[in-house]
């Protein structure tokens, strides 16, 4: 299991807790990554470990979750990396019934499952419900991310065929992944819900504008990818990558950044034909 920690010291025990309650036939290891933590994260850590041998928690300078991850999976041993955030929670069962998914679908590059999503503060309600998703579909994650991934179990071997997390584009590195994996490889979905995950303020990923450009970058550098491997679905990514700018370019614009809108566009209409008449829409209808 691999678990990246950064100031989590609030969250980090419920989370390793539902993680070190698991049943795993053939045994498992929990692999915590601190990554430079500034509070008592190291302390709440180290108490564990001391707790808990099956516990192994490395110490990172401060780089981010996509690092993190990579360290640990690099350290850990086991055929299956089931990815956890410190602030989320597995509910029972979760890792054996995803050893039997892969079991029973030895193609499969990696299971993922349903989830819950609970505020912290008990405030408001979660009603959008993820896809969830099995065989091969790269389409369907060329048009968005629907892959939680504190509900993902890999194979250790398809992580080292593609490589690890990319940290070029936080907070989106996880969909990077899947796109890299998903071209070449079949997934299977899981429609339980398996984790508890917890919403609250703050973070890189709450700000839409920055996901927005993220989110569109890594789009073009799947498109530029798939058409370099000459694969059937360039064309479908470069039409997805285009959407992207487009939608990007509009955010941009309602924010009064109307040179970056402009780049945006431009990009759209040089990906894709399509993307040439939603930029021209976007322009003469900013406010749609």
């Known amino acids: 299991m691999i678990v990246p920690v950064y100031n989590r010291a609030a969250f980090v025990t419920e989370a390793l807790a539902s993680a070190l309650e698991q049943e795993c036939p053939g045994g498992m290891e929990v692999v915590v990554v601190d990554d430079g933590s500034t509070d008592e994260t190291p302390t709440v850590l180290a108490k564990l470990a001391a ?10 300078e401060n780089s981010g979750p996509a ?89 250790r071997s398809v992580i080292e065929e593609v490589g690890g997390f990319d940290a070029e584009f936080p907070p989106c590195e996880d969909w990077d992944l899947w796109l890299r994996i998903v071209a070449t490889h079949p997934i299977v979905g899981d429609p339980e819900r398996r984790v508890r995950v917890r919403l609250h303020e703050g973070g890189i990923s709450s700000n839409p504008l920055v996901v927005a450009r993220q989110a569109t970058q890594l789009l073009d550098t799947a498109a530029t990818r798939l058409a370099g491997a000459r694969h059937a679905d360039a064309g479908f990514a470069r039409r997805q990558a285009a959407r992207w700018y487009v939608k990007y370019g509009r955010r941009l614009a309602r924010d009064g950044d109307v040179k970056a809108a402009s780049t945006a566009f431009d990009r759209a209409a040089a990906l894709h034909p399509l993307g040439r008449l939603d930029a021209l829409r976007a322009r003469l209808f900013p406010k749609r």
């Open 51 to 60: 707790r808990h041998p099956e516990l192994r928690v490395l110490h990172q």
């Open 67 to 155: 690092h993190a991850r990579n360290l640990a999976m690099r350290a850990a041993r086991g055929e299956f990396l089931a990815l956890l955030d410190s602030d989320d929670i597995w509910l029972p069962g979760k890792l054996a019934s995803q050893v039997a998914l892969l079991d029973a679908q030895p193609d499969a590059a990696f299971a993922h499952s349903d989830v819950d999503e609970f505020w912290e503060t008990g405030d408001g309600e979660w009603t959008r419900r993820p896809e969830i998703v099995s065989g091969h579909v790269l389409r369907t994650l060329l048009r968005r991310n629907v892959i939680h991934t504190m509900t993902v179990m890999l194979r």
